[in-house]
Structure formats: C-alpha cells, structure tokens
C-alpha cells in the first residue's frame, strides 16, 4: 500500500497544478479557496451547460470548470423511470418559479417548472425529441445575418449529439424511423417507444393514407421537414431518461483530471475586469446555495453563461447588464446598457381538446380498439421496469404519434395576419395522438412575446416573469383556426365507429365571446420558453449577442442556451439545445 500511495504522489507532482484539483464538489464551502485558474468557467449545469462542460474537456490542455445551482441528478429513480417524469415537480429538481398575472390569460398566473440539478430541464422533462423545420434553422441564418446557422450548416452537429438506440425490448421499428437521418455515435440516446403499435395507431396511419394532402403521414419527424403524422421519438435510451448529465456527464468524463464540477452554488453575477481597458466580463461571483460568503472566479480563457432562459438574463441583470432606466431604479449600477436583456421571450401555448370515443365494449371490431384494452397494473410495470428496463414505465406519453399540422393558405386569417411561422416546412401546430380522444393543441408559432425583469436587486429573489400569453390577437385566431382543422382531421372515414364527434371548445358552436373566454381561462404554458437573450447581427443594435454567441460590446463573455435563441422553433426546445451548444463547442474551439 505505501507503494502505491507514492507512486500516486509522483504522478501528481507531474501533473500541472491546476490538474491536481480536478473533483466534483457537493458544494461551494469544498471547493479548494486556492484553486488554480480555470480556463473556462460554465456557470450552469444544465442541457448546454453539459455540453460544454463535456465536450471542452476533451481537450486536456483545457481546464474547465462547471458550476450548478443544484444536486447531482444522475441515479435518482424518479428521474431516470420516464413514466415518472411529473414526480420531481415539487421537489429540489425544480426551481417551481411562477409567473406574473397575465392579461391574455385573464390574469391568471401559470407555474413555469424548470429543472435545477446537473441536466438541467433535461432530467424533469417530458423528453419528447424533436429538431424542428429546416425552416427554422435556416430562418436562424437569415435573422443573424451567418448561413452557419442554417440546417445544412447544422447538419454535422444534429448528428453529433445523437445516439439513435432500439426501442426498450428490443422490438422491431423498422418503418417508423429514417434510419438515415439519425446520429449513432453521440451522447444523447434516442429512441421510439417500448410498445408495440397499437390499432389505435393504425387507424393514425390509415388516415394519413386518406387524408394525404393535408393531412399526411411522414416518416420521421426529425428529417427537417415533419408535417404529417410521425410516431414519437424521446430522449430515451434502454429504457431509462437520457439527460444531458447522464448523456455527456458520463463516470469517465467526471473523471477526467481537467474538469472540475462544484454543485449547491448559485451564480450571482458576472463581473468586468477592473485591469482592462475594454470592457471585458470573465469572472463570475458565486455563492452557497443556502446563503454565505460569496466567491469569485476568472476564466483565463472564456465565461459561459449556460443558466437557462430564466437564469440567463437574471444574472446579466443583477450584473448590471441591462436596460440601464430598470436597473437604477433597483439601485443597480449599470456596466452595460442592453435594452434588449429579458425582452422577447417566446413560448409555445396551448390549449385543451378532446373528442368523444366509443367506449371499448361497444366497438363493433377488434381491429381497431382503443390502446387500453389490458392495461398493465402498476406494481406488474415497475417489476418490469426494474427487472429488464421494459413495459409502460418505459413511455412517458400515452400519445404514439404526433400531429404536425398548417392551416390551408386560402384561410382568412392568412387575409389579416402574416403567417407566423418560418416557412412552408414548419408546422404551425402540434397535436398528440391519443386513443382517449383527449390532447393538447400546441400554438407552434405565435405572435406574443413577453419579458423578464428584476423584483429587486437581491440575487436570490425570483424574477418578475411574464409570458405575456395570447396578447396578439393572431394567436387566438389561429387557435380557433387549428382546433376546425382538428375537426377535418376526425371526420376522416379511418374514424368510422370510434371518434363520436367534438366535445370543444368547439368555435362553431359557441359564440365568440364565449368561445374567447374559454381560451382564455383555459389556456398554458408549453414549457418551451426561448429568447430572452437573442442573437442578432454583429452589427445590430438590437439582441444581446451575436451570431457566434457574444455578448455585444465586451469581450470573454459567451452565452449558450435557449435565451439566445431568437424565436421559438416548432419543436420541443431540448433537441434545438442540443444543436446549439455543440455548434457552441466548435465556435469556441476555433478561437482557442
């Protein structure tokens, strides 16, 4: 044993200082008070967080730093069972923020969970994998003035972050994918569901063949163009979550001597350096999750702000980087006046439908019965979940199949309003196909855009957050528009003896002012909020960083999560992450 005690010491003395340090820390009071300088510092440990905190690692001439807010996620049951993603909700994983009153909503005020843990959101999502439209991401060149945005641009770092992974069981899915246009080497695994298609699911596709011009049958909704019925693919890998922490936060790349991961510790704010004459911003002050003395740190290299669409611009504002009028009136002294810091945020809303079924003893045939004729007791799917990773725990939606939808381009609307969405290739709305006949009708592109402010000038306190949710009258509108889409949708003859008829909120039979209010009494949050720190061109006066993810006007500081994004992506916001931050990793490979 001393042998080996002294060969440790020997390797580490030949290590670089700043190596001998590497660790996890379950909190900031463990971290080492004379740490060597990191060369970069990522101040949150979320889905790009982790990214970045992997991927820069790989070089070991970088030393890097991740800091996160919360615990470790990895090995928590109710996280890793898909079926349980709702458990953690009000739980430490969750930062259960609240928004403000919203008019739109007839001042109703909605919860906005968002995870807090390594993984971020990624570990309590609902780990639905969806990229969007090329349309979206080439709309991202064009709106940043840099084509390397664009989808053919991304397309090398779609790939990347993937590892496509067969259904749990082992089933056969062949036809239900585009085994062409999946990554098989990444970090991320995916996959479709543990069940076998349903004949529920095959009236879904009988449709698409009926009903082919507006509303038909796609193979993969992750091909770039996803209008049409496509089965659900999920962040889901042998029957277990895929988090960005699981994915790329593996027990090797924890053990890498050049990454250091302290947890329990909030960043409070970014600092200039007091030595430049420039305006440069690579130190971070951080502080125990539970109160104390707080800490800073510089970056010889870069700081990653990676906190999240909330986090993000709430840090940037207690820095002093903001609307400089806002902040003095917290008594916040401005270091950078940005107007456009929490301005804009975009999020997806949505709306409850149903549509009355047969019930199961009184269909006429067997072919085509509900999803639930033998539903697996709960004690019987967690003993197959613990003993081989299989059964319903395995899904986290009762939905097989999503509904990506347009309106026809002769409807009114289109008269009055500008189409919201980034072109023909972006569906405008999202429906989940269930056997209940129930769903959630998802506004992909809407006119309403809403904000973050400060409540004060103390860090900790939570920030004044308003979605501002159906406050342009195109977004009611063209609800009312999807929901008789819906209505064409189900009065397809592959529904014949088992859809009844719609039960609403039906536009063509109340009123419109009953029909308003419903809505707007009714109407959620989507829980994919974006744009609350945009990119924009170089010269721009307008956004909060440019196309290669700056801050504008200072230098060190880079930002890289969904608050850069400019709009919200007709997808679910985690697989747009995902391109981000590895498109993230190469921009700040190339200058380092």
């Known amino acids: 044993m001393p042998a080996l005690i002294s060969v440790a010491l020997v390797l580490a003395a030949l290590l670089p200082p700043h190596l001998v340090d590497a660790a996890l820390y379950q909190n900031l009071d463990a971290l080492p008070t004379n740490v060597k300088p990191f060369d970069f510092t990522v101040a949150g440990g979320g889905t790009a967080g982790s990214v970045l905190a992997s991927r820069l690692s790989e070089n070991r001439d970088f030393n890097v730093l991740l800091i ?250 207690n820095s002093g980087i903001g609307n400089k009028a806002d902040l003095t009136a917290h008594g916040i002294p401005s270091v950078l006046d940005v107007p456009d810091v929490g301005q804009g945020i975009t999020e997806h809303v949505s709306i409850a439908a149903s549509f009355g079924t047969v019930p199961l003893n009184q269909t006429t045939s067997r072919t085509f019965s509900c999803d639930y004729d033998d539903r697996i007791d709960d004690a019987t799917a967690l003993a197959m979940w613990q003993q081989n990773r299989t059964g319903p725990l395995t899904e986290r939606f009762t939905s097989h199949q999503l509904l990506w939808f347009r309106l026809p381009s002769d409807t009114p609307l289109f008269k009055q309003y500008k189409d919201a969405s980034t072109g023909p290739t972006s569906p405008q709305f999202e429906w989940g196909l269930d056997a209940t006949g129930g769903g959630t009708l998802v506004l992909l592109s809407p006119y309403s855009r809403g904000s973050l402010k400060l409540r004060s000038n103390d860090p900790f306190a939570k920030p004044r957050i308003d979605y501002n949710l159906l406050s342009h009258p195109y977004d009611l509108a063209a609800l009312k528009e999807g929901l008789r889409s819906l209505k064409r949708y189900y009065s397809g003859p592959a529904w014949d003896g088992y859809i009844t008829g719609f039960k609403g909120p039906d536009p063509d039979i109340l009123s419109d002012a009953e029909f308003e209010k419903t809505i707007r009494d009714t109407a959620f949050t989507t829980l994919h909020p974006v744009g609350s720190a945009q990119m924009s061109p170089r010269n721009s006066k307008r956004g909060v960083v440019d196309s290669e993810l700056r801050l504008k006007s200072a230098s060190g500081l880079r930002i890289v999560d969904a608050s850069v994004f400019p709009y919200v992506p007709a997808a679910h916001s985690q697989a747009p992450v995902y391109i981000l931050a590895e498109r993230a990793v190469d921009l700040i490979r190339s200058v380092w």
Request: aromatic share 8%; charged share 25%.
């Open 68 to 317: 996160e807010a919360g615990n470790d996620t990895v090995g928590v049951i109710e996280l890793e069972v898909p079926a349980w993603a709702s458990k953690r909700n009000d739980t430490e994983f969750n930062w259960r923020f609240e928004s403000e009153p919203m008019p739109g909503l007839n001042n109703r005020t909605l919860a906005i969970p968002r995870g807090r843990g390594l993984g971020g959101s990624s570990a309590i999502n609902a780990m639905a994998y969806t990229r969007g439209s090329a349309d979206d991401y080439d709309n991202w060149g064009r709106v940043t003035g840099d084509s390397r945005w664009g989808w053919n641009a991304l397309w090398p770092y779609i790939q990347r972050h993937e590892r496509w992974t067969p259904p749990a069981g082992g089933r056969d899915p062949t036809g239900q994918f585009d085994p062409k246009v999946h990554g098989y080497e990444g970090n991320t695994q995916t996959s479709l569901v543990w069940a076998e298609p349903s004949d529920f699911d095959l009236r879904v596709r009988t449709n698409g063949l009926l009903q082919k011009k507006e509303f038909p049958n796609v193979l993969d909704l992750n091909a770039g163009k996803p209008i049409g019925a496509t089965w659900l693919q999920s962040t889901i890998g042998n029957g277990e979550r895929c988090s960005a922490a699981k994915g790329y936060l593996t027990p090797s790349v924890r053990e890498r001597p050049n990454l250091t991961i302290v947890l329990n510790t909030y960043i409070t704010r970014v600092l200039p350096s007091k030595s430049s004459k420039k305006l440069d911003i690579r130190t971070v002050e951080i502080a125990p999750r539970d109160g104390g003395a707080r800490r800073t740190l510089t970056a010889s290299k870069e700081l990653i702000l990676s906190a999240g669409v909330i986090g993000s611009p709430q840090i940037l504002l």
